[in-house]
């Protein structure tokens, strides 16, 4: 069953401004829980906008490391339960015997007192590198996607309230785009959305409208991208995972002004691309 939700509500409100108070309408984003499960049982919960819920399931599971390819799903099966979306995840027997022991690796028996350290360890996996990429991106290219992924943001327009992420292919534009409420549930659909388009990661850069966490770059290294840009700062964590991922981290773009924290190579002026 396909899950069905609008993704905007429109409110009314007290409007108090200079000159005065007046009660109006406004249009604002929608944000429901959305369960992930895998063999009937729920691995993780999001609070989410309701849509692309296929897009949401093969990408999380792609850039969790659940997945190696979409090739290693059976079947996805979305179900509305009023409160809110269960995603069932079906994973073909090679991928699920290798989440059951994932799973139980990170349980770990009652009382353990390694189990945080594995969870630990969890959280701060280390990232696909990306550094043999040859991907290569004129200063207008930076400034130019982010330009263009401010006019494919439909949810934003209406709400002034959800994140976007795209992706940007330096003879194309960007040719991929989605909104959530929350940063990394846009990232997890965006990758999902070029999974099942056949888009290499590895030809553009993904572009985000938000701050770059150290879970952006994980994400972003594990669609296969070498060049994050992003519209905030970045954390010191992030920083350093990128560097060490061989990723460029472009941050903090301002019009034509941008930041270059990591692998600055890829940015250049004058010189042909040339895209891996």
């Not at 991928?95 to 189990?115: D, K, M, S, W």
């Not at 996996?125 to 943001?153: E, F, H, M, W, Y």
């Not at 770059?217 to 061989?246: F, N």
Request: aromatic content about 4%; overall charge negative; charged content about 20%.
């Amino acid at each position: 069953m396909t899950a069905r939700r609008k993704a905007i509500a429109q409110i009314s409100r007290l409007a108090r401004r200079a000159g005065g108070t007046a009660a109006a309408n406004r249009m604002v984003p929608e944000e429901t829980p959305v369960a992930f499960s895998f063999a009937g049982t729920t691995h993780a919960v999001m609070m989410a906008s309701p849509a692309d819920f296929e897009d949401f399931a093969l990408g999380f599971s792609l850039t969790e490391g659940i997945i190696a390819s979409p090739d290693e799903i059976e079947a996805i099966e979305v179900e509305d339960h009023g409160a809110g979306i269960d995603i069932q995840i079906r994973l073909k027997d090679q991928a699920n015997t290798r989440f059951e022991a994932r799973r139980r690796r990170l349980a770990g028996p009652v009382g353990c007192g390694l189990c945080g350290i594995e969870s630990i360890e969890e959280a701060m996996r280390s990232v696909n590198p990306v550094g043999a990429s040859t991907l290569t991106l004129q200063p207008d290219d930076i400034v130019r996607s982010v330009k263009l992924l401010s006019k494919l943001q439909p949810l934003h327009t209406e709400t002034g309230a959800v994140h976007a992420a795209g992706f940007y292919l330096p003879d194309k534009g960007i040719v991929m785009a989605r909104e959530d409420v929350g940063r990394h549930n846009a990232l997890d659909k965006l990758a999902g959305a070029l999974a099942r388009a056949g888009i290499d990661g590895a030809g553009g850069a993904v572009v985000v409208t938000s701050r770059v966490s150290v879970e952006m770059v994980q994400k972003t290294a594990a669609i296969g991208a070498a060049v994050i840009i992003a519209v905030s700062a970045p954390t010191a964590l992030a920083i350093r995972t990128a560097d060490d991922a061989g990723m460029t981290l472009v941050a903090l773009v301002r019009g034509d002004d941008f930041d270059i924290f990591t692998h600055p190579d890829r940015v250049v002026s004058g010189v042909a691309r040339h895209v891996a």
